[in-house]
Every structure is written in structure tokens, then in C-alpha cells.
T-cell receptor, first 110, second 109 residues
């Protein structure tokens, strides 16, 4: 059974903190993505990666960075968390049209 | 990024009714996908469509890839309470997915 695992389901952080969201997949997929999901806005792409040490900006990369040191792990980093980054964050891993999402991390920045 | 317009935004229906939702794009896609997201979970792939005009079923779900390659439709027949959730369309271009804004479905027993 394929799996995309996000390390935390819920996080509460203070404004200005550095935040790490971790995502691990066990399917040996090359492609991994980070989205944020907000009511009425659907899924918006933050960053994606097609290979180890490779990263590309998505539609809303501002305030975020990523790290892909190993094929199975794709980390999203909020350098200095702000309240407008309160959201649901979804990691996805794909090969072709086959997409597998993690269960999401609901981040609240106070 | 490319915008996919998904409608309706939300639906409230009686159990047993059929449901239709659609997704349109200003761009052509070679693959259309439909996902369902249960509350508190990540989206799960329901149906993938690979060819213009293709009609594919998965149980009570039927999806069609529009012949213009700029739209897709999802129908759910005889809805049941566990159909509740958010349904997303997505178009695949190269390795990148573009998602619709979602249709929130509520089924009233």
C-alpha cells in the first residue's frame, strides 16, 4: 500500500518562528509537490521537485523554501512564519497521472 | 498558473439524488483527473481520463474528458451519505497538476 506521510497533522507556531514540514513517500517517485489549501481557493502549488536536490517554484513560493536531499523526503520550510501562512499544507508524490497525497498538516500561526 | 474553473462551488442534495459537476480550463490538457477529499484527509484519486471524448466509470462515478480537451465532467449516481466531501478536478500538463477550486458536496440523509 503506497504511502505519503506528513510528519504532523496539527501544528501551532508563533509569528517569526522557523517551521519545518516534513513529507516522506515510500513509492520511489521522482516527483514531489507541496500545496496549500485554503477555503474557496483550492490547492495552490508552492514548490515542486522532480529529482533529488532539484526544486522549482510553484505559483505562491514567497515566504517558503524547500529541501530535497533524499528522493523519498521533501521538506517545506517557512523561514519566518506569518499569520497569513495559517493554512492546510498538503504534500503529494506522483509518477505520471498517479497521484498520492499525504493527510495534510494544519498549521496555525499565532 | 493555469486556472481551472470548477462548478458548482457547493451542493446540498438529498440521499439518492444524482450529482453533476464540471471543470473548464482556458488551456488544453492531455490528462484530466478527479479527486475526492474526505474531511481531515488528503485528496484521493477517483478517476483518470487520458483521451478526448473518453467516458470512464468507477462504481457510481462517471467522468468524461471533453472533446475540446478544455473541460471535464463528473457525475455521481444515487448519492449516499459517504459521498460527502470535496471533489477536485485537475489537469495534467507535463509533470505538473493544475487543480480546480473544488466542489463541496453535502448529502442529506
Amino acid at each position: 500500500d503506497v504511502k505519503v506521510t506528513q510528519s504532523s497533522r496539527y501544528l501551532v507556531k508563533r509569528t517569526g518562528e522557523k517551521v519545518f514540514l516534513e513529507c516522506v513517500q515510500d513509492m520511489d517517485h521522482e516527483n514531489m509537490f507541496w500545496y496549500r489549501q485554503d477555503p474557496g481557493l483550492g490547492l495552490r502549488l508552492i514548490y515542486f521537485s522532480y529529482d533529488v536536490k532539484m526544486k522549482e517554484k510553484g505559483d505562491i513560493p514567497e515566504g517558503y523554501s524547500v529541501s530535497r536531499e533524499k528522493k523519498e523526503r521533501f521538506s517545506l520550510i517557512l523561514e519566518s512564519a506569518s499569520t497569513n501562512q495559517t493554512s492546510m499544507y498538503l504534500c503529494a508524490s506522483t509518477r505520471g497521472a498517479g497521484t498520492h497525497f499525504g493527510n495534510g498538516t494544519r498549521l496555525t500561526v499565532t | 498558473g493555469q486556472q481551472l474553473n470548477q462548478s458548482p462551488q457547493s451542493m446540498f442534495i438529498q440521499e439518492g439524488e444524482d450529482v453533476s459537476m464540471n471543470c473548464t480550463s482556458s488551456s488544453i490538457f492531455n490528462t484530466w483527473l478527479w479527486y475526492k477529499q474526505d474531511p481531515g484527509e488528503g485528496p484521493v484519486l477517483l478517476i483518470a481520463l487520458y483521451k478526448a471524448g473518453e467516458l470512464t466509470s468507477n462504481g457510481r462515478l462517471t467522468a468524461q474528458f471533453g472533446i475540446t480537451r478544455k473541460d471535464s465532467f463528473l457525475n455521481i449516481s444515487a448519492s449516499i451519505p459517504s459521498d460527502v466531501g470535496i471533489y477536485f478536478c485537475a489537469g495534467l500538463s507535463g509533470n505538473q497538476f493544475y487543480f480546480g477550486t473544488g466542489t463541496s458536496l453535502t448529502v442529506i440523509p
